[in-house]
């Protein structure tokens, strides 16, 4: 069994954005060697996510609206865990977006459908953070 | 080390439905022949989920209600990602349902507690489209 | 290729409740002696959830109080599923908060980020549920 581990290093300018890290992982599955296996995907901060949707800017203001919506960032008094910080709306808006993402590795590639993407979900950046990237397999 | 990939394609008569896919994914692993290892379960298309819940109609029905509550199809207008399309709500309902399970593999079996069954949650139906079986183990 | 499994036992004294597992989850990884791979997690009963977050009690309360917001407790005849049970908003809390953790193992050590910590959601508690720890690797 081969294995391989690299961290993905962003900082973002915007407190909320979208990376689409894509191209990123594919490079790690082929530095891996691996070409049958599972390749796990994770924000290494509790505040982030890494999901998998569609390449569309649209929709990626239909996530940034909707997410407004379910967990809004103000008034910051509504949230306990902003005593000393502000960001409690990112611990749950991460949550709803999902922590991490496994994807099969067949033939030496990410095993993807037709519209597939990854992405690096940021929501309170601003601030140097990680993802990881973990691939097992042969 | 040994690995199994199939491919389950599903083609629903409503836009959106719930199919149990226990007993195929259940299947799969047998035809692996893996006995100790992990079962990737994954929505190959972005307005699709794959879940873990009970096989029980009425959670169904709040199912639909709930998501129809948190991310309404219409009005389409109210989404950005409905230019071309009508689909912006398949992609945030896949979103709070997840796009994948990981099962582990024990004695030859999905290691399931009681109640446990693997669902094909489909938001945008009526066309062909697809789930990922991988496996790894020994 | 190594594989592991164990189920770890809780009880909570309250319907609801965030138990941090992370120390037994540790201990699962050492008992192993998996140096690298893959540590799934997962909740074995489909109205609890295993997630990776912060622990921090104030963070805590806010979830308990969206999880209410986004799928209530009350009243119990709001939903299909309660018929002879009253734990439909369990199923939908749980489903926000994820059934699984995939977490990586790396020189023997789960590795995590910075704030990383695993948790044990229980949304419908008060009597014996089980979480499950398998894992592969070398």
Redesign the interface.
């Known amino acids: ?1 081969k ?1 391989y ?1 690299k961290e993905l290093w962003f900082h973002t300018r915007k407190r909320r954005e979208f990376i689409n890290i894509t191209p990123l992982v594919e490079e790690c599955v082929r530095e891996s060697g691996v070409k ?3 390749c ?1 995907v ?5 505040t982030a996510s890494v ?4 390449d ?4 990626h ?3 940034e609206r ?1 997410l407004e919506k ?2 809004p960032e103000k008034p910051y008094s509504q ?5 000393f910080e502000d960001n ?1 709306d990112a ?2 808006k991460r ?10 590795i ?1 033939d030496g590639k990410l ?6 993407q990854i992405f690096y979900g940021e929501f309170d950046g601003m601030r140097d953070k ?1 993802v ?1 990237v ?1 691939i ?3």
Chains 1, 2, 3 share one sequence.
Do not use: Q
């Not at 999901?51 to 569609?54: E, G, M, P, T, V």
């Not at 095993?111 to 597939?116: A, R, V």
């Open positions: 069994m294995s581990r049958e296996g599972l796990l994770n924000a290494m901060h509790i999901f998998i949707n569609d569309e800017p649209g929709l203001n239909d996530f909707w379910l967990a949230y306990e865990h902003n005593g409690a611990h749950l949550t709803v977006m999902g922590r991490e993402v496994v994807v099969a067949t095993d993807f459908g037709p519209w597939e990680r990881l973990k097992i397999g042969e």
